[in-house]
């Protein structure tokens, strides 16, 4: 169903790719580069447009409710498209958790609540993003245009009421720890333009996806690179970086409003949180229908809603392993920094899979060729930076080579018990 008009286009974008970056990486980046850090956010400005224009390309010429996975499989074959479906699809239930609950400590810090508040919060967040992406696109990218613009709202009213806190002698010096630091501050910078192929998958149900996925893609951009850059420049040029470090924006908030300013932090954080959320989950459940129609996932990832006509399987997925996830966080049996670390080596690979379909996809259209292979270079770079993260998407191959072995095993024993029935 064609629901997606340019404005929840916008909003989605944006929070797919705003996330909780935004809160944490703007003081850790000046931690490590000092003011020099926003020489990184500029370079990035620049940077991210390939990365977002080489998937606004694939989806606009290959609406497909598969997404990358659909790239992926028309360019390389359809076994390379189930990895790198099942690659985001394995991400999507652990960053999701990851992002709720980092929005639900933001808040609870705050509202100085406990920490059994701040698992209550993020499956709430959770519930929520189900709830709406069930009801479908209709209603979720309306709930997704009032979230984003109160997010965009809140924002501005806090960076402008930190101007006055400006001041020149916090930029000073401006590369304290020298030139490599502007290089190890921009690896850091990367993930938070993360998020454009989760768009991807929601493209066949753009009204105009001939003009409005070009469109979308080019303002939500500009509105991001803008958003990022003044909120680093206003963390760096009220020395916010220097007492909060990843919390940077709670200190920007307070000089500017004072102890109510926080709370205003902990609600933006939860509502970007959310969109960033409601995003992923709809654009993963769109991905496992799309899979199941291919027979590239179980049968009944591709069940759908007979109301609303939304991809109930996938959600359902979703919901079961967020179930899981929270269980093995709230039991103590693993760490957020361990939930944190798990899905970066996936996603990456996911986002290179959709980068280097575009350079096979595109080889008769040089310009996107070439935009393609820019993000694809970007993203291989960033690779190498994953360290022990590998191991996750290293697993998933291993359980669908077994998964491909078990189905091959099964096959011929039936051919050979028909065999002997027939003889």
């Known amino acids: 169903m064609k629901t997606i008009r340019l404005p929840q286009a916008i909003a989605l974008y944006i929070g797919a790719v705003l996330g909780a970056g935004i809160l944490l990486v703007p003081g850790l980046a000046a931690q490590i580069a000092g003011p020099a850090s926003l020489v990184d956010w500029a370079l990035l400005l620049i940077l991210v447009l390939p990365l977002a224009f080489c998937m606004a390309n694939l989806a606009q010429k290959y609406p497909h409710s598969g997404g990358v996975s659909y790239f992926a499989g028309r360019a390389f074959g359809p076994h390379a498209g189930q990895i790198v479906g099942w690659f985001f699809l394995m991400s999507v239930p652990i960053g999701a958790p990851v992002t709720a609950l980092t ?21 709430g967040i959770l519930l929520i993003a189900l709830m709406l992406n069930y009801r479908g696109m209709r209603v979720a990218g309306k709930v997704q245009v009032a979230v984003i613009a109160t997010i965009l709202i809140t924002l501005g009213i806090v960076l402008a009421g930190a ?15 020298g030139l490599w630091s502007i290089g190890q501050a921009s690896t850091l910078l990367f993930w938070c333009f993360i998020g454009w192929e989760a768009i991807a998958s929601y493209t066949s149900e753009f009204v105009h996806p001939e003009k409005d996925v070009h469109r979308a893609t080019l303002i939500a951009a500009l509105i991001l690179g803008g ?80 109301k609303y006509q939304t991809p109930v399987g996938g959600l359902l997925f979703l919901a079961l392993c967020f179930l899981v996830v929270m269980t093995a966080y709230s039991g103590g049996l693993i760490s957020l920094q361990k939930l944190i670390q798990l899905p970066n080596a996936t996603f990456l690979l996911n986002y290179m899979g959709g980068c280097a379909a575009g350079v096979v996809l595109f080889k008769k259209e040089k310009k996107k060729m070439l935009i393609s292979l820019i993000a694809f270079i970007a993203t291989l770079a960033m690779f190498f930076f994953v360290g022990s993260a590998i191991l996750y998407p290293l697993a998933i191959c291993a359980l669908l080579a077994g998964q491909k072995m078990i189905r091959m095993f099964s096959r011929n024993h039936s051919k050979k018990v028909n065999e002997k029935n027939l003889k």
Do not use: N
């Open 163 to 177: 101007l006055p806190h400006l001041r020149m002698s916090h930029f000073q010096p401006f590369m304290p720890r």
């Open 103 to 123: 929005g639900a400590a933001y808040l609870s810090e705050a509202l100085k609540w406990s920490d059994s508040a701040i698992e209550g919060l993020a499956v």
């Open 227 to 306: 958003l990022y850059f003044m909120t680093a420049f206003v963390v760096v040029g009220t020395g916010s970086d220097r007492a909060k470090g990843q919390a940077a924006l709670v200190t920007v908030s307070e000089q500017a409003f004072g102890q109510g300013g926080a709370v205003i932090i902990g609600i933006a954080s939860l509502l970007i949180c959310l969109a960033t959320v409601i995003a992923y989950i709809g654009s993963a459940a769109r991905m496992a229908c799309a899979m199941a129609s291919d027979g590239t996932a179980p049968r009944w990832l591709g069940k759908q809603s007979h």
